[in-house]
């Protein structure tokens, strides 16, 4: 049964369209099974012709209780359940749970272990982005650069399922550390992969981020900007894209990454507005670049050294006490709260994934838009709905 | 309409651009790999398929007991002194690959292989009886070599 | 030995009976649809006659034209799915009447009129010679007519753009 | 062709007289001209689906980086017919809620307008189907005729994407119909014909300085432009990226045709190579010398005047060549958003053409 749509009709936000001819309103269901939605997102959209007068995602399709289930599980079955949220950026969620759990017990974690979960994490990134980017393209209507990026991208899964096991769910930071120490070679390789994608960033831009009309498409396109993004309590890539100089890898540094030297990207960047879907396609672009160098800079400065701190044992249980801890994920600011009562499970894991927070905006922002930016606005904010509806 | 024509310009400069990039592609290798004749290089840890050796089991239902979705099944019995095997049963609908069960197993019987390639054509053919030496998909993964799962959390 | 006639009547049948389907479809979009089919009919009619020029410009300007802007407008409407309503159906008698009266007006002064019947020349095309007189002879004609339209066309566009805040 | 086919039309004509023991009149005739025009189509469907189709799934996987078909037949060249059976074998949906009359007659419609245009188009010297002399005219016509087919099929489908589809459809075709036209007048002023054979012999001699486009060298200040507005204004009515948006994946689905499964969306899918190509064939003969080569040769007094194989090459190469270009920019622009097709019709493309259309009066003036 179809949920009951409520769409605002207020039309003091809706677009200056000269309303000469007496048309009638549509009502679009955009997905859940829409190849712009990326998964199960619906999107319903009230539209006239192709002009959006309003819209309201429908979440929940994923639905899996993801939290609910960590909480009746052991800390050590629950953390696979974490990589299955955002399943782009999986090493960044478990980063995320590690870091929490282990703010509130007090546990150290050797420099080898944070120095391999960063670049771990910074690999992920890149593919994620890599993966976003790719999507916007195709979105877009540009196949071919989809498909480069993706190119990239396997080579950066084959060395995460080299030092991993996983091809995408990883399963690879524990508290207390990593699993495994990187295999031989394995650092070599990471760094010859940077200089690859590197290489092919320029490919990218050229065939797409610089096409006119891709520029054309995007630029001053579906803005969010300042003042929205905070409202919505949007981050990540929107927030930078937008002009905030906020990224929690430089503002609150956790698991070593005050070691590394690298710049936070702010929009607006060459076109367009601060804000609009070119900027925050562009901002991934120049992250990807940062991340890089922050993986060259960690795979040369690799400490010796456990990976784990061995205190932490498959029955281990965490002492009473509560924590949060943000990380930046791909998406944005992804945050867990943790209470433990001492007992074998978490007393309570509440996780604020980024997507969830980023898809609001698509309530209001979407007014006004056409239909093609509408899916400009969807793309470039770039949801996973894993972590949408958790 | 200078900006006309430097808007053309560039629709046309981008455009000759971007062929640039795509065209020369048409001479170069394909990345593909051809699957099922290539197969592709899989590292040491993958966490495939299980590789689970039933001589050295000792049922102790550990694997069974960490595991986060409950997909692996055991039944035994008691001969002697030592406990046989009737069931080794791992539901490949629900399990993880987390390899969290490799950990606990006190004779490292249990361990992930690289096997990716799980298809079947019913729900059926997708639960694999390991203690079943009939079953052609049981034995033929214990043919590749097993890679133990180094943890530190072992122990 | 020729397929002429063959042709004709075939084509004349599909023109007919798209003509009436127009007519007497009760949806609107199957009456545009009908008229498409009588138009190409049309259109088929003069190019089995010979005059090529006629034919293609019956396509474009009919098929492409006035059948495009009906099946838009008629797109753009919402009535689309509907029939037609009670009362264009008791209006339904004058039509008949109207078209009856019409038909026969056409068919008296058509037999009045003194039409050859026989076998023309249909060899040569038509397109140069039409070429000539609209741009040789005719071309003030010519010239006012498209002025005039695109006279149409403006008011149009002006009438239509009512109120631009 | 034609030459070619009348005397096989009529030994089928006086064949089936025979056959039936009646003397041959003209509906024997009429029913050998049918199947002479069956055969012929076959002729053209089968390269056109086949190889059409095949090239472009090539083209598109060697530009990604990958190999594209290569499993059915050697290269993968039987894959299309494997997709071919693959989509007769599929159960033909029509859902009930859509114009099943309408629903049905939408891909013929389609098929018919992409298809006829093959028969305007001068192959070699003497190889034409139909030598007319409103040929661009009824190159235009025969576009306006396939669009119809669209708005039926995005209409009956009684789906909301397809909807747009449709009328995002309309309104590009309708639009671009005027660049192309006016840009296809330009060789026609210039050759003073409409005909596309006559347009043809008038770029016979002189070899590449004989083609419309670079015509003694200083037509080319207004055949380049009107030959970019022809092919970019043919892009869009044949509804290839980036003007792909009456079928747009990412925001339509898949337009007019979402709603369509089976041999139906097959109905679909070959118009739009077969358009591709006699757009390419239209184009080459407008602006590229049609079956003339760039040496002089097939020219007259040439080495290979009226050598129909010499002309078949060249027009064959020039076709393919402006096709496959067409394929190479599908898979490197992103698509375009409907109002900025607009605005590319009405604010650049036609003030274009109509410049161009003045500079080629004033030249043929000269």
Known sequence: MTPDIKIDHDERAAPAIPRDVQTEEMIFNLGPQHPATHGVLRVVVRTDGEIVLGCQPLIGNLHRCAEKIIE???????????????????????????????KAAGIEVPKRGQYLRVITCEINRVIS??????????????FTPFLYMFREREEGILLLNEITGGRLLYHYIRYGGVTRDAPEGWLGRVVKWCDVVDGHLDEYNNLLTYNRIFLNRTCGVALLQKDVCLKYAATGPILRGAGIKRDLRKDMPYSSYEDFDFEIPVGPFEHGVAGDSWNRHRQRLYEIEE??????????????GDVGNRKVTRAWKAPPGEAYVATEAPRGELSFYFISDGGRKPYRMKARGPSFNNIAVLETEARGLMLADLIALIGSVDITLGEVDR | MKNWFARIWHGLKTTLIGL???????????????????????????RGLHNFEIDKCIACYQCAKICPVDCIAIEDEIKGKNAVLLKFEIDYTKCLFCALCCEPCPTECILMGPTFDLVGYTRDEVIIDYADRENPRTWSAGEQIPYPIASFARK | MSPEPLLFWIFASVCVVGGLMAVLLPRIVHAVFSLFLCFCGVAAIYAVAGADFLAVAQLVIYVGGVII????????????ATSLGPKEVRNRPFGVALGAALFLGLMSAISAGGFKVGTA????????????????????????????????????????RRTQT | MIAAAQPVSTAIADFLAELVGMPPNWFFSAIAMLLVATGVLMLVVTPVGL?????????????QNRRGPNRVGPYGLLQTLADGVKLLAKEDIIAPSTDAPLFRLAPYVVFIGAFTGFVVLPYAPGIVAGPLDVGVLLFLALIAFETIGIVMAGWSSNNKWSLLGGMREVAQVVSYELPLGIAAMCPVIAAGTMSLNGITDYQGGGGIFGWLILRNGYWAVVMVPAFLIFYVSGLAAAKRAPFDLPEAESELVAGFHTEYSGMRFGMFFLPEYALMLSISGVTSVLFLGGYHD?????????????????????????????????????????????????????????PASLACLVGTAALRLL
């Open chain 1, 291 to 304: 991340s890089l160098k922050i993986i060259r800079q960690a795979c040369a400065n690799l400490p010796d």
């Open chain 1, 72 to 102: 009746s599980l052991s800390y050590v079955q629950g953390l696979p359940y974490v990589d299955r949220m955002d399943y782009l950026g999986s090493l960044n969620n478990e980063l995320g749970i590690a870091l929490v759990v282990e």
């Open chain 2, 20 to 46: 640039s990039i795509t065209v020369p592609y048409l001479f170069r290798k394909p990345y593909t790999l051809q699957y099922p004749e290539e197969v592709p290089d899989i590292p040491e840890t993958e």
């Open chain 1, 129 to 142: 982005h890599l993966f976003s980017a790719g999507q916007f393209g195709l979105d877009m209507g540009a």
């Open chain 4, 51 to 63: 190889g059409g189709v095949y090239i472009e799934r090539k083209f598109a996987g060697r530009m």
């Open chain 3, 69 to 80: 802007l009906f099946s838009f407008g008629i797109l753009l409407t919402g009535r689309t």
């Open chain 4, 294 to 350: 760039p040496f002089g040769l097939s020219g007259p007094g040439g080495t290979f005047h009226d050598v129909w194989w010499w002309g078949l090459l060249w027009f064959f190469l020039k076709t393919t060549f402006l096709f496959l270009s067409q394929i190479c920019l599908r898979w490197t622009l992103p698509r375009m958003r409907i109002d900025q097709v607009m605005y590319l019709c009405y604010k650049v493309l036609l």
């Open chain 3, 121 to 160: 020349d249909v060899g040569e095309p038509t397109t140069e010679s039409i070429g000539k007189l609209l741009l040789g002879d005719y071309i003030i004609a010519f010239e006012f007519a498209s002025v005039l339209l695109l006279v149409a066309l403006v008011g149009a566009a002006f009438l239509v």
